[in-house]
């Protein structure tokens, strides 16, 4: 929505300034919990390693990732809606509780979740698919450890059948509780995790990556 202002209105902002003002709204206007992450992603498209400081500084590095490892890790990408909805922000107030509590070591979770970013990115960028693989499982092992309420009986049930039948690694994506899961999966086994997947309450959704982000223009 804010990107078609711009245009509208022909207001000189960068993305840096876009995905700011959209943090602005929704965390502190609207007084939704929640990270920086998403509103950066959306502005700036394609793969970016995100660095946030202190002061509400960000520094978005985009990664040259070879053609060939995009399109290896997209075609082995399999993203499944788990068919429930979830108050995301109050998942994230829960998290947030925890770690400034440091309940359950989840502050240390959090801490291996950063360190998982930097592996991600060197994994992305050699092509390492085993090693991309194995940072998936430990960053999920260790978001689980960040609040109670990231996984349930459904999210394990979903995990468990999907590495059954052939993925190597998945998580959940965003606040957890419900909504999207992502899987690792060799491009040979995929129809067999499709099909398991497909015995449960979810389903599978197309998913592409993209170059760019947030667009408009003038019909």
Same mark, same amino acid.
């Given at each position: ?15 840096y ?14 007084g ?41 890790? @997209?075609?082995s *990408? ?7 909805s979830? =108050?995301? &922000?109050?998942?994230? $107030? %829960? ?19 950063? @360190?998982?970013? *930097? ?8 092509? =390492?698919? &085993?090693?991309?693989? $194995? %940072? ?19 999210? @394990? ?17 965003? $606040? ?44």
């Amino acid at each position: 929505m804010l990107k078609a202002f711009v245009e509208y209105l022909n207001v000189p902002i960068d993305d840096y300034l876009l995905a700011k003002t959209a943090y602005d709204i929704e965390r502190k206007d609207c007084g939704f919990q929640g990270g920086r992450q998403d509103q950066y992603a959306t502005a700036f498209g394609g793969f970016n390693f995100m660095e946030f400081y202190a002061n509400e500084r960000a520094v978005i590095n985009p990664l040259r990732i070879k053609n060939w490892i995009i399109t290896e890790f @997209e075609s082995s *990408l399999l993203l499944y809606f788990t068919g429930i909805s979830r =108050d995301s &922000s109050r998942i994230i $107030a %829960s998290q947030s509780n925890s770690v400034a509590a440091n309940k359950g070591g989840a502050l240390d979770a959090m801490k291996e979740l950063k @360190e998982e970013a *930097l592996y991600m990115k060197e994994n992305l960028l050699r092509g =390492d698919f &085993s090693g991309l693989a $194995a %940072s998936f499982r430990r960053g999920w092992e260790s978001k689980k450890r960040s609040a109670k309420l990231i996984s349930n009986s459904c999210i @394990e049930e979903s995990y468990n059948a999907a590495i059954k039948s052939g993925a190597v690694a998945g998580k959940v994506s965003g $606040a957890g509780g419900g909504g999207f899961m992502m899987f690792i999966v060799p491009p040979e086994r995929r129809m067999n995790v499709v099909r398991e997947l497909s015995k449960l309450n979810g389903i599978i959704v197309p998913a592409h990556f993209t170059k760019h982000g947030v667009q408009s223009w003038w019909l």
